[in-house]
């Protein structure tokens, strides 16, 4: 199974941008790219996905690189509830795998007031 | 809209006891799954559905038992409870398992810790 790979924390300030990278050098091409945060003591929730192209939601914009062995979430202006571990993981499209979606152990973003 | 609803959100057992964990998800969501969560680290996978009536093993299954009689609900069952297996329990589901569809909705957990 394709591996992703994050730094274990980052710091940044609050309503500044924050850039959260991820490496999976070696992913599949029909491997979609999601990324879920956990704020304290509360379930895993759901923040974007993409497979090639950049993706942008209410939430954050997802950058992908044009080789999709590196991408990027970026949250636009950061705030003090925008503290979490952000998960990235790779979900395949086929049916054998998909349902195994692997967490790592993510990023812990501190945003400082 | 309820989402994914676990209970109970906090149990104490003794080892050797059994107990299970309830989940269930009004999405009308075809996958499930249970994942636990060990201090400081991400999720792992125990057991997965991808249908009532079908389920499967995923990272960490031993001394877990599942089953899924209807689309709605997925039970974790601990046969004989150990210290090892305190850990806070997440339940997930989803529409599909591939494309666009495969937004994973989670739970708000079950903390369990075993003496």
């Known amino acids: 199974d394709a591996k992703t790979t994050q730094p274990n924390s980052m710091e940044s300030n609050e309503e500044e941008p924050v850039h959260l990278p991820c490496n999976h050098s070696?992913?599949?091409?029909?491997?979609?790219i999601h990324w879920y945060r956990q704020l304290p003591s509360q379930g895993p929730e759901y923040v974007i996905h993409g497979l090639t192209s950049n993706v942008n939601n209410r939430m954050a914009s997802l950058a992908i690189a044009e080789d999709r062995k590196s991408s990027t979430l970026i949250l636009h202006r950061a705030t003090l509830r925008d503290a979490a571990v952000y998960y990235c993981i790779l979900r395949p499209t086929q049916a054998q795998g998909a349902q195994k979606l692997v967490f790592g152990q993510g990023t812990r973003l501190t945003i400082n007031p | 809209n309820a989402g994914v609803t676990q209970t109970p959100k906090f149990q104490v057992l003794k080892t050797g006891q059994s107990m299970t964990l309830q989940c269930a998800q009004d999405m009308n969501h075809e996958y499930m799954s249970w994942y636990r969560q060990d201090p400081g680290m991400g999720l792992r996978l125990i057991h997965y559905?991808?249908?009532?009536?079908?389920?499967d093993q995923g990272e960490v299954p031993n001394g877990y038992n599942v089953s899924r009689s209807t689309t709605e609900d997925f039970p974790l069952r601990l046969l004989s409870a150990a210290p090892s297996q305190t850990s806070v329990y997440f339940c997930a589901s989803s529409y599909g398992m591939a494309g666009a569809r495969e937004k994973l909705f989670f739970g708000s957990g079950t903390q369990l810790s075993v003496l």
């Open positions: 559905s991808v249908g009532a009536g079908i389920t």
């Open positions: 070696t992913i599949s091409g029909t491997d979609y």
